[in-house]
């Protein structure tokens, strides 16, 4: 591409001056800068660029001048031939129940809005067999029924959702990039609502039998477990829950459990502790998953009071230990996070970067509650609107 | 591009739900093999893929050679699908 030929003329004085200057140094490009502070004759000179608008900043790109570009303008000019960078005043990353319930709000008032999901869409409630606790559904509902209602709520407002996954976020002032495997995005204000995900025991033999004997989603792969035995590992809610789940297949399961108790709900805990098909095992360790013949046999732990190791024969494993933030793809970004990757935010569930927000599961302090996550995403929505009325 | 794609599945997996509306977004035919409707196909399933999990998705490239992908993979799936 052959260089342009830019003149800026502005002021000092003026903040989108400011804002334009800005964004071609940030941008490499070459441009002679004309204060109008300087003289008549550039206010002159200006004028009759743009038919006497007294309007700055003027650019003038190759002889063609317009004031004021913004920065969708400014990409269309400059960056036109490199990358074609879709534009939308909120880009939300996740289509959990937080970024659905965040889009409800937005796209009911007409704020354009982009949902990006790398997963499934509604998220960990998406692959939870039952949700017993959400208000206004009296006998419970299905994880997959709730989020796809949420979808199809948002999108009857006019959210779309795309499919790919996002690989950085890039602040640039008044606008944000979105950089993804499917293209670049930019919105002027950015929700990141991409949750938590089901953690790794990161024992020998987990890795080797991923999917061939140890799995972390229950509905997905419990129904290969009929009439077998089965091990659950963990003691909080969803190791309860599905727990549960599973007692549909398998004739029998051991939960290891590694403190002294469930940390589940006290219906959960009634339940696994009535239901004869699970056999509860405390204060017990997940050492190793052994296998022979390229099929899971067993599962070795460690009873922590006696010191005793002890086998549990098995056909598969199930780990439910707890979640983590999936923020990774936020490294380099600035964005303050917590020590265990947790996002930080003030009240406004602002982060440390104006216009990026977060809200759900994904920040810290959150309840991981799917109630929670949807109240967080309207709260944030709001936020955002006001985000946006200020920057006009 | 590809020839043809089979996706397996059950019932109550949301990943399979996820993968199978991708290919609709991208406007990709597929053929769905539901192992909870179609326990008989649950053994060529382990068999092909060497896995007790679902989604697996098996996709035949224009020069026939094949491609299996194991699990809802977005970056994947669009690499295979040449996007």
């Known amino acids: 591409m052959a260089e342009k030929q830019v003149i800026l003329y502005g002021a000092n004085w003026c903040p989108d001056s400011q804002r334009v200057k800005h964004w071609l140094g940030e941008h490499d490009i070459n441009y002679t800068w004309k204060n109008v502070d300087d003289g008549q004759e550039i206010v002159d000179e200006m004028l009759t660029k743009v038919d006497g608008t007294h309007i700055t900043p003027v650019l003038d790109v190759d002889g063609e001048a317009m004031t004021n570009p913004d920065e969708a303008k400014l990409d269309e000019l400059f960056n036109g031939d490199k990358e074609s960078v879709k534009y939308h005043d909120v880009i939300a990353i996740g289509a959990g129940p937080t970024a659905l319930a965040a889009a409800i709000y937005t796209t009911r008032e007409d704020i354009d809005t982009v949902l990006i999901e790398k997963g499934v869409i509604g998220g960990l409630a998406a692959v939870t067999d039952m949700i017993d606790n959400y208000p206004g559904f009296e006998e419970g509902v299905e994880g997959m029924t709730l989020a796809q209602s949420l979808e199809k709520q948002a999108e009857r407002f006019g959210a779309q959702i795309e499919l790919a996954e996002v690989q950085e976020i890039r602040d640039e002032g008044q606008y944000k990039k979105i950089v993804t495997n499917d293209g670049i995005y930019a919105a002027k204000a950015v929700l990141i609502a991409t949750g938590s995900d089901y953690k790794r025991l990161n024992a020998p033999g987990e890795e080797e039998f991923y999917g061939r004997g140890v799995h972390f989603c229950a509905t997905c792969d419990g129904a290969f477990y009929r009439d077998k035995r089965l091990v659950v590992v963990g003691g909080g809610n969803s190791a309860a829950q599905e727990g549960m789940f599973l007692t549909k297949f398998a004739s029998h399961i051991d939960m290891l459990v590694r403190g002294d108790h469930l940390k589940a709900s006290d219906v959960l805990v009634k339940n696994i502790e009535n239901n004869d098909k699970i056999t509860i095992h405390f204060n017990t360790t997940t050492d190793e998953i052994v296998g022979k013949d390229g099929k899971v046999v067993a599962v070795k732990g460690t009873d922590k009071t006696s010191g005793e190791v002890k086998e549990f024969a098995t056909d598969g494993v199930f780990v439910f230990i707890g979640l983590k933030p999936n923020t990774g793809f936020l490294k380099g970004s600035g964005i303050e996070m917590d020590e265990i990757g947790f996002i930080k935010t003030d ?43 200020e920057q006009g | 591009m590809a020839k ?57 490239k224009d020069d026939d050679s094949k491609e299996m992908i194991v699990g809802y993979n977005v970056p994947k799936l669009a690499s295979v699908l040449g996007a």
């Open chain 1, 347 to 389: 009240k406004t569930l602002e982060t440390n970067i104006p216009g990026i927000f977060c809200a759900g599961d994904v920040r810290a302090g959150a309840t991981q509650q799917i109630a929670s996550a949807v109240g967080e995403g309207a709260t944030a929505a709001l936020m955002i609107r006001e985000y946006l009325e």
């Open chain 2, 4 to 60: 043809d794609v089979t996706i397996y599945t059950s019932n109550t997996c949301a990943y399979c739900h996820a993968t199978k509306e991708y290919f609709g977004k991208k406007n990709v035919e597929y053929n769905e093999i539901n192992i909870d409707e179609q326990p008989d196909r649950r053994q060529e399933l382990v068999d092909i893929s060497g896995q007790m999990a679902v989604p697996v998705i098996m996709v035949t």
